[in-house]
């Protein structure tokens, strides 16, 4: 066997076998197969597909190309994956309270990808914390915590990291098998045995369409399921952004206002996650029940005492919960962006505000950039509010009066103000 005649399948529009797809993706993690035999596979896959069979044995084979953790935890081992979107924070909300739930959490997350914010960013916005541990750490975290945010290990599933570099620059990106079969190869090596999957649709996705979300969810539920994870996905609304609030020290002071009881959209999208997982790990009778108790330790102030515990667990200050506004950085230019008109908020252009996060210097335009934790947009209008001329529509905090300019007419051209509005709903579907 070689990756040769694995291509040659491919090429021929016949899909590879278990043991070839196993082979090639140990090829992947040994260096066995070059960068080149990964592009013409990753191109290969993208014409042909791999059917339902295939990613199933392409998703466990990168699964088992490295170190698979392996939990002796009393309680369930679950996990949330985000496909990405802008104000999207839900994970540093989401895990402290599944945790207070009883549940054992050790989530995998990553950076920053295109206009999305990264999960370990915003983490690593918190003075000290770092989330790159080495395994006796992250065990310890989970033990003191309940859970841990922590960046992937070089040997958590090294397949996926060859054959997604590969794709980023031979654009192969947008495959249903690889997207799959990337993502929760790193969540099945994570150990977890319960997931939900989030999978956003709208203008601030990689997903556009509802068509093209419920393809992607319905893949990853019955890949997820048929490797022995049992699997729900919620395709959710991102044609605004989740929380009123763009850039990393700034979504984790909406997380922070979460947890104290503030309600919106990051708290609704969070506790009907989290009831899934609950429901399906059997720590709640059903969906309902599992949204109360996530309710309940939320405004009891349990969620918040796990999330205090795992940032000091992680390096960070001991009282942040009880004085998160005092440690989080604060950008040096703060201003309102005014409306250009009056109107009611129609459409909000969410991968233009994530762009314009990325170029105030929250995001990475090369994979080196070094991210300004800062930065970002604060207080952004929701769809269906009425402004009048000169009104915010958001906060900019910039580091220079110039990015701040940018920004400001960035936003402006974002967000549409006329008299009509249409929206989904927040939870547009449910994928089991």
């Keep these: 066997m070689d990756a040769r005649a694995i291509i040659a399948k491919l090429r021929r529009g016949e899909v590879p076998d278990e043991g070839d797809l196993t082979w090639f993706a140990m090829g992947l993690a040994d260096g066995r197969v070059s960068d080149a035999q990964a592009g013409a596979f990753a191109m290969g896959v993208c014409l042909s597909g791999l059917g339902q069979g295939g990613r199933v044995a392409l998703t466990r084979a990168m699964r088992d190309s490295g170190r698979v953790l392996h939990w002796q935890a009393d309680r369930p081992v679950i996990d949330k994956h985000s496909t990405g979107g802008v104000g999207d924070?839900?994970?540093?909300?989401?895990?402290?309270?599944?945790?207070?739930c009883g549940a054992c959490v050790p989530m995998i997350s990553g950076r920053g990808l295109g206009h999305t914010g990264g999960t370990l960013d915003k983490m690593e916005a918190i003075p000290g914390v770092v989330t790159a541990l080495q395994e006796d750490h992250f065990r310890a975290v989970v033990a003191e915590a309940g859970c841990a945010i922590v960046s992937a290990s070089a040997d958590i599933a090294p397949?996926?990291?060859?054959l997604y570099a590969v794709r980023d620059v031979t654009a192969t990106v947008e495959s249903l098998d690889l997207i799959t079969a990337s993502i929760l190869s790193k969540k099945l090596a994570a150990g977890v045995d319960r997931l939900v999957l989030d999978v956003k649709c709208g203008s601030g996705a990689f997903m556009k369409s509802p068509d093209e979300a419920r393809a992607l969810a319905q893949a990853l539920v019955q890949t997820a399921n048929a490797a022995d994870c049992a699997t729900t996905a919620l395709v959710?609304?991102?044609d605004q952004p989740l929380a009123p609030a763009l850039g990393n020290a700034l979504e984790v002071a909406e997380v922070m206002r979460a947890l104290e009881g503030q309600p919106g959209r990051l708290a609704d999208l969070t506790i009907a996650l989290g009831a899934e997982l609950l429901a399906l790990s059997d720590l709640a009778s059903d969906r309902h029940q599992g949204a109360e108790h996530l309710r309940r330790v939320i405004a009891s102030g349990e969620a918040a005492e796990a999330f205090g515990r795992m940032v000091y667990a992680m390096g960070g200050?001991?009282?942040?919960?009880e004085n998160w506004a005092r440690f989080l950085p604060e950008a040096p230019v703060i201003?309102?962006?005014?409306?250009?008109?009056?109107?009611?908020?129609?459409?909000m252009d969410g991968e233009a505000l994530g762009l314009a996060v990325v170029a105030l210097g929250?995001?990475?335009?090369v994979e080196s950039d070094v991210v300004n934790p800062a930065?970002?947009?604060?207080?952004?209008?929701?769809?269906g509010d009425h402004v009048d001329i000169g009104?915010?529509?958001?906060?900019?905090?910039a580091a220079r009066e110039s990015a701040a300019d940018a920004a400001v007419a960035a936003v402006q051209s974002a967000i549409t103000l006329t008299g009509s509005v249409d929206q989904a709903p927040l939870v547009m579907e449910r994928i089991t």
């Design 317 to 321: 200050p001991v009282e942040f919960t």
């Design 391 to 397: 009104q915010p529509l958001a906060r900019v905090h």
């Design 89 to 100: 924070c839900v994970s540093l909300l989401l895990a402290p309270a599944l945790a207070a």
């Design 236 to 238: 959710t609304n991102m």
């Design 362 to 365: 929250g995001g990475r335009q």
């Design 375 to 383: 930065v970002g947009l604060s207080e952004v209008v929701s769809l």
């Design 159 to 162: 397949a996926d990291k060859r």
């Design 335 to 347: 201003r309102e962006i005014p409306a250009p008109q009056s109107g009611r908020v129609s459409a």
